[in-house]
């Protein structure tokens, strides 16, 4: 029997550290923690060990595509491809930051919108059947969506978007807020918002494509939402632990062989959400 493997994006502290910790206990295979620095992914690693648990590391920034095809190339090398991979990595900006909103707006959306992507487009390709993704998204694209023009709205939520055309759409975004034209064209105030409404739609365009490009191979491909969760970027109000927050990531991340849903769907505390 060819080895599992499970690789978590961003997985050095927060709600990532604590994917792997449970994914460590619950899933019988090799767990990877991967950071964008081996410093710090090493002593994530190190922090788990001391805790009895055993995941492997390898450097991956998903902002830097050679980072990712270079991660890529190992894991279809060594493992023969994915069994599941958890696309966590995310930024948000503090609301205290004074950074002009098109600076906010294009660098949000390169990490948790494109780059995200990114990691789609050459991970997908090696998910072994069987396998399970999950895109860690949050409740905040489900409300910045009704937020939406009902134009964009209608667009979002349509099950003809493709690819392309959501990338458009993300990309009109930024370019509009360099204008101030963002309001105008239908669009709120929130770079992460925005971003997740993103990354939720891209998610259900991309098992959309699975079921029919791979129709017997039984993948799941899901974004779901973490809940507030106290973490570097949610801070220390939020009344989730990191534990808790990984709990639905999680369960979508080991959901039984054979299951055929939930599939293109977004899921919060386990459960399918209205979109």
């Known amino acids: ?64 595509l050679n980072s990712i095809t270079t991660a890529a190339a190992y894991f279809k090398d060594k493992y023969g491809g994915v ?30 919108f494109f780059a995200t992507r990114d990691m789609l487009t050459h991970f ?34 349509s099950e003809d978007i493709s690819e392309d055309e959501l990338v458009g759409l993300m990309q009109q975004f930024v370019d509009k807020t360099k204008k101030g ?14 971003s997740k409404t993103g990354l939720t739609t891209l998610s259900m365009i991309q098992a959309r494509r699975l079921s029919k490009e791979r129709p017997n191979d039984g993948i799941l491909l899901n974004a779901c939402c973490p809940g507030w969760v106290r973490t570097d970027m949610a801070g220390p109000k939020a009344p989730k ?13 080991l959901l039984p062989p054979g299951a055929t849903e939930p599939h293109g769907k977004f899921v919060s505390e386990k459960e399918v959400q209205p979109w």
Not at 181 to 194: F, I, L, Q, S
């Open 181 to 194: 034209e963002h309001k105008e064209g239908g669009w709120p105030e929130t770079a992460y918002g925005v």
């Open 124 to 157: 997908l390709p090696l998910i072994k059947a069987g396998g399970r993704v999950v895109n860690v998204s949050s409740f905040v694209g489900s409300r910045t969506l009704n937020q939406c023009s009902p134009a964009l709205q209608q667009r979002f939520r």
């Open 241 to 253: 632990s990191p534990d808790e927050g990984a709990v639905t990531p999680v369960y979508l991340a």
């Open 83 to 112: 069994d599941v991979l958890v696309n966590n990595a995310g930024i948000a900006f503090k609301m205290a930051d004074d950074a002009p909103f098109a600076v906010q707006a294009e660098v949000t959306l390169k990490t948790n």
């Open 1 to 64: 029997m060819a080895t599992k493997v499970a690789v978590v994006t961003g997985s050095n502290k927060g709600i990532g550290l604590a994917i792997v910790r449970a994914l460590c206990k619950q899933f019988q295979g090799d767990i990877y923690l991967t950071a964008r620095d081996v410093g710090r992914g090493q002593e994530a690693v190190q922090s788990l060990a001391s805790e009895g648990l055993k995941p492997m590391f390898h450097q991956l920034d998903i902002n830097d």
